[in-house]
């Protein structure tokens, strides 16, 4: 028997070069063994036999490469050996991989579609908890993966939550985030995770409370939400009361006499969903109407990358809006503008002009975060006219129900949107713009540009300007 010893579990570079030493040496599978770690090892067990000076050189096809990388994931043990005799056949049965009734193949995609909904779930059922360490805020979620899906799914956390820092911590190793960085380390324990945190509570308040009734399918619920992982989700302890309970409550439901609908807004989401338009004169009363109203906003295809729509934030009746060009990343998590770094550069820039954050309302022209991926980040990228122009309508409703007496637009996307034309920001700003509902425009840059000059005379000099731009402004209040 020819042994193979691999570093570890899903060491599939290992295990590409051992069995490519093994097929090109003409070890038959019933010869050929894989084992992690040098403990593995019998007494009678060889290590591979070099390849004949004559060996013929073989190439296999992308489709069982990648299926391999994800069968390798799978907890079975013979996994290995299913990987070796495909790829034993394949010298003699080139098209093999289209084969899907053959059983070595059958099998195959079985396990890699385990490890595919493996990692699905990991996606879905990983709770972090807040704890506090020597630098600050932290998130620490312990989670027990059906297959070994830790370092490929890790990536989807980082692109998910890269402001955060967190760790994820498993039986078969750990991954860490710190804000910059991707490390993986070694197999934890379930202690060595937080048992609980202050989130938990109101956690469970929001699941109890969408929890409906009317509408539970149990085994339904437990092919999406498997046993296997109720012990770590702060949730499923509700399950069983909430299933007990749910036949009284049904009832209950029935028994209740139906609320008073918002007949406007159900007939406007009903008109967004059916042909894109706000005709018939639809307007928002309230701004807490129109968020609800974005939410379901179909005008421009930016909503189906997006989070959410994040609408403007302030005093119903502020004198002073400022708008920016659209939701960041984390704007976009967080369903509010301007917290991150720009928001922070307007913020300071806003304490130094003397005009107090919590008296101004602060949005966008365009409500939906557009942006492409770049390795893992997700990279701002500047919306096109016809996007701002689509979303106008949202912002001139903003204004409406608002009615500011100035408005301060951060960039040129933030200008089109309030003035309906493009500008020469540098060559317009800071003077007032009458505008047809009487407000005046103050045009200047978004802060975001500050935080992109890499000289530091320069970002000083181009700051001193943005906060005189604001002080114009507050003047003309």
């Not at 805020?137 to 890790?154: D, G």
């Not at 189906?304 to 809006?321: F, H, I, N, S, Y």
Request: glycine residues 6%.
């Amino acid at each position: 028997m020819h042994v193979a010893v691999l570093d570890a579990e899903i060491d599939f570079a290992g295990w590409r070069r051992a069995a490519r030493a093994f097929r090109r040496a003409g070890v038959a599978p019933e010869q050929a063994a894989f084992r992690v770690g040098a403990a593995g090892e019998g007494l009678f067990d060889e290590r591979p036999p070099p390849s004949a000076p004559d060996a013929v050189r073989f190439s296999v096809p992308k489709a069982f490469v990648d299926l391999a990388e994800e069968v390798i994931l799978h907890r079975s043990e013979d996994r290995f050996d299913l990987l070796y005799r495909l790829l034993w056949r394949l010298g003699a049965e080139p098209d093999l991989m289209k084969i899907v009734t053959d059983i070595d193949v059958a099998e195959a995609l079985e396990r890699a579609r385990n490890v595919s909904r493996a990692s699905h779930k990991m996606k879905a059922f990983v709770r972090f908890r807040q704890v506090e360490d020597g630098t600050g805020e932290r998130w620490v979620a312990w989670f027990e993966p059906a297959h070994r899906v830790l370092e490929k799914t890790a990536p989807f956390f980082i692109r998910r939550f890269a402001a955060m820092r967190w760790a994820i911590l498993t039986p078969d190793g750990s991954a860490t985030w710190d804000g910059a960085e991707l490390a993986f380390g070694p197999p934890a324990s379930r202690e060595m995770a937080p048992s609980e945190d202050p989130v938990e509570e109101f956690w469970k308040t929001y699941y109890a409370s969408t929890f409906n009734p009317a509408r539970l399918k149990t085994k339904s619920m437990q092919g999406e939400m498997p046993r296997r992982y109720w012990k770590n989700l702060p949730e499923a302890a509700l399950i069983p009361e909430l299933v007990a309970r749910s036949t009284v409550r049904t009832e209950a439901m029935v028994a209740a006499p139906a609320p008073e609908p918002n007949a406007r807004l159900a007939k406007t989401l009903s008109r967004i969903n059916r042909d894109h338009s706000f005709g018939d004169g639809f307007v928002p009363s309230t701004l807490d109407e129109l968020g609800q109203a974005v939410q379901a906003c179909r005008r421009c295809p930016l909503w189906r990358d997006a989070t959410q729509g994040v609408c403007g934030e302030g005093p119903k009746k502020a004198k002073l809006m400022i708008v920016g060009e659209q939701p960041g990343d984390q704007e976009d998590l967080a369903g509010h503008p301007f917290v991150g770094p720009a928001g922070r550069v307007l913020d300071a820039a806003l304490d130094e002009a003397g005009v107090d954050r919590d008296d101004v309302f602060v949005t966008n022209a365009v409500k939906h975060f557009k942006h492409e991926p770049r390795g893992k980040r997700r990279i701002h990228k500047t919306p096109a006219v016809s996007e701002v122009s689509a979303c106008r309508w949202w912002l001139d409703a903003e204004r409406r129900l608002v009615k500011p007496n100035v408005i301060v637009t951060l960039g040129g996307t933030a200008a089109l949107g309030v003035l309906g034309r493009k500008v020469a920001v540098t060559r317009e700003r800071g003077r007032g713009i009458d505008l047809p509902d009487g407000a005046r425009a103050v045009l200047t840059v978004h802060p975001s540009y500050l935080l992109r000059i890499p000289e530091a005379a320069a970002k000083a000099a181009e700051r001193d300007r943005f906060v005189a731009d604001l002080k114009r402004a507050k003047a003309l209040l």
